[in-house]
């Protein structure tokens, strides 16, 4: 019988802290989402567990000091409705900090510093 291996110690963004088990927090999985995959509006949000998008963007910008492209759009809603939302968006110019976020928010608390661009 073959004995299982030592997993490795780093996680990767999307998959969480293997070390606990836990999944990304609701923050982390939001950054990851528009770093790597694009802009987000509330709707879309949904799906990454965020259900108050415009908060965890505040959050982000005002406890770690990112800046998000803001564009008003018309979709509908979940009824077929018109409605206007905000998409953001991180601009290239952010992405090294995010990136520098993203990995202090996958550590676990002890092990968190202050981020420095």
């Known amino acids: 019988m073959k004995k299982s291996q030592p997993q490795s110690k780093q ?3 999307s998959q969480g802290d293997i070390t606990t088990g836990k999944a990304p927090s609701k ?7 528009m770093l790597y995959d694009g802009s987000l509006i509330r709707f879309e ?3 990454l567990g965020d259900h108050c998008l415009h908060s965890t963007i ?3 910008a005002n406890s770690y000091g990112l800046k998000f492209q803001r564009q008003l759009e018309r979709v509908p809603n979940h ?3 018109p409605c206007t939302v905000t998409r953001y968006t991180l601009p290239p110019s952010e992405h090294r900090r995010a990136r520098n976020v993203l990995s202090m928010l996958c550590k676990p ?5 202050q981020v420095v661009a």
């Not at 923050?27 to 989402?33: D, K, M, S, Y």
């Open 11 to 13: 996680a990767s963004p």
């Open 27 to 33: 923050i982390a999985r939001v950054l990851q989402h």
């Open 45 to 47: 949000a949904e799906r």
């Open 58 to 60: 505040s959050s982000l």
């Open 79 to 81: 009824w077929g409705e």
């Open 109 to 113: 608390i002890s092990q968190r510093q």
